[in-house]
């Protein structure tokens, strides 16, 4: 192809590099203190673990008539779970014939990279999708499950829709309407309603939570849709007490999560978070929020974690990010 002198000798102007996309967020992972570099995550070597149950107790010790022996008490019985680590293991591979000869990302056209800045952004690159994978993974424990589907040697995750299902041993009763103690549904009535009582459906959720495991619901974690349920709720309103918002306060934490305490159940943290991954829907990959907008998430808040879709106190979620590599190779 022949190409105009204006062409050739024309100059080149880089301002910048932008990115035509904002990071999805690492609210979930954040929360749980497991995302890459968080406080809460243990080294583990190899593929399987497990952990064991050993559990308080409620029961109250026999009485004892005078003159007689101790009474026998069984000893408390060690549960354990076994689990296996997903594997995620990727790497780019860059010729350094494509690396020797180019500018900077974002820089002027007159200078070389020699392959500084562009390496560094592909290595940033592998990192956010790791995060994004530990992301998901929070998602689908707090969803209760998730699935994938084998292409190959790879294996595309989605939350649904796929040829395996995992699942996170939620129990039945946490889910859906919220049968949690076998005395029927909590949530009897819809949240678009706006006369539904809610706090009385936190409350309830609460004093389940209490009894199936003494850890009461501590937070909620919902989108913006669901939101706007919430605040628009008369009920909410009531309880309130004031002609104000029903809030006490509103933080917004990034641009696709905040964090809000009713005034009425200030004892507990919502979390709004309209974040989402391209992920597989069972024939290609599509954007999907973390929870659906008519629903919401609650967790206890302890120290192990214990967490809930739409309310679970028993399911615990171990992930890991096996290998994260860049290579090149010469050409």
């Not at 102007?13 to 035509?20: N, P, R, V």
């Not at 990034?254 to 829907?281: C, K, M, Q, S």
Request: hydrophobic content about 40%.
């Amino acid at each position: 192809m022949t190409l105009a002198t204006s062409q050739i000798l024309a100059p080149k102007t880089i301002e910048k590099a932008i990115s035509q996309l904002e990071l999805p967020g690492t609210s979930l992972q954040t929360l749980f203190g497991w995302g890459l570099g968080g406080k809460n995550v243990a080294r583990h070597g190899g593929r399987n673990f497990s952990y064991d149950i050993f559990n308080v107790t409620r029961r109250v010790a026999t009485g004892r008539v005078p003159a007689q022996t101790l009474a026998v008490a069984r000893p408390q019985p060690v549960g354990t779970q076994q689990a296996t680590f997903p594997r995620a293991a990727e790497k780019i591979v860059l010729l350094d014939e494509e690396l020797l000869n180019r500018r900077p990302i974002g820089g002027p056209g007159g200078s070389l990279d020699r392959s500084e800045i562009f390496v560094t952004r592909q290595e940033a690159y592998l990192a956010q999708r790791f995060a994004n994978l530990v992301e998901f993974q929070t998602a689908a424990m707090l969803r209760g499950q998730y699935s994938y589907t084998a292409d190959g040697d790879l294996l595309r995750h989605g939350f649904t829709g796929g040829e395996t299902t995992i699942g996170f041993q939620v129990p039945t009763g946490n889910l859906g309407q919220l049968n949690m103690l076998g005395a029927g549904n909590i949530l009897n009535a819809n949240w678009a309603t706006a006369g539904t009582d809610i706090p009385a459906h936190l409350h309830t959720i609460n004093a389940a939570m209490i009894q199936l495991t003494g850890h009461g619901l501590a937070h909620v974690i919902l989108t913006s849709v669901a939101w706007q349920k919430i605040v628009n709720n008369t009920k909410d309103q009531q309880q309130d007490g004031t002609d104000g918002p029903v809030f006490e306060s509103l933080r917004r934490n990034h641009a696709g999560e905040f964090t809000a305490i009713l005034r009425g159940l200030p004892w507990l943290t919502f979390h709004v978070i309209d974040y989402g991954l391209d992920v597989y829907n069972g024939t290609s990959e599509v954007f999907t929020t973390y929870g659906s907008s008519h629903t919401g998430i609650c967790v206890d808040w302890h120290d192990s974690l214990n967490s809930s879709c739409v309310c679970s106190d028993a399911a615990q979620s171990a992930l890991i990010s096996e290998r994260c590599s860049l290579q090149t190779q010469a050409t």
